[in-house]
């Protein structure tokens, strides 16, 4: 299983990014897909997730409102729209995938790690 991350950069305060995971060597059915990030000396925080088998999506405090998570199935690919970013958005995003009860649980009790499969990330600078 493979996931590879792209579309991040450097961004003034109010752009937008696009993220993009591409899957490969994964059955989608009964997984999910979680986007989450890490700024240098913080612990890494959930973002957003969403299930590869339905239309259910997760978002945190930090992106509900601003950002927007989504799938092209034909493309094996995970998309994260951000919008309005701000300076406190910059990190490192990476996505993580598993089967989808034990996404749901990591963003039901705000603990971040032990995805069971992840891409090496993408990095994401706004200046304000």
């Known amino acids: 299983v493979q996931l590879v991350e792209s579309g991040g950069g450097l961004v003034q305060a109010g752009g937008s990014l696009r993220l993009s995971c591409v899957v490969s060597?994964?059955?989608?059915?009964?997984?999910?897909i979680g986007w989450f990030r890490q700024a240098p000396g913080k612990a890494r925080e959930g973002v957003a997730c969403?299930?590869?088998?339905?239309?259910?999506?997760y978002y945190t405090d930090s992106a509900r409102g601003r950002f927007t998570i989504s799938k092209d199935v034909s493309k094996n690919t995970v998309y994260l729209q951000m919008n309005d970013l701000k300076p406190e958005d910059t990190a490192e995003y990476y996505c993580?995938?598993?089967?989808?009860?034990?996404?749901?649980?990591?963003?039901?009790?705000?603990?971040?790690?032990?995805?069971?499969?992840w891409g090496k990330g993408t990095p994401v600078t706004v200046s304000s």
């Open positions: 969403i299930s590869l088998s339905d239309e259910n999506t």
């Open positions: 993580g995938a598993d089967v989808a009860n034990n996404i749901a649980t990591m963003f039901r009790y705000g603990f971040y790690y032990g995805q069971k499969y």
């Open positions: 060597g994964l059955t989608f059915d009964g997984y999910a």
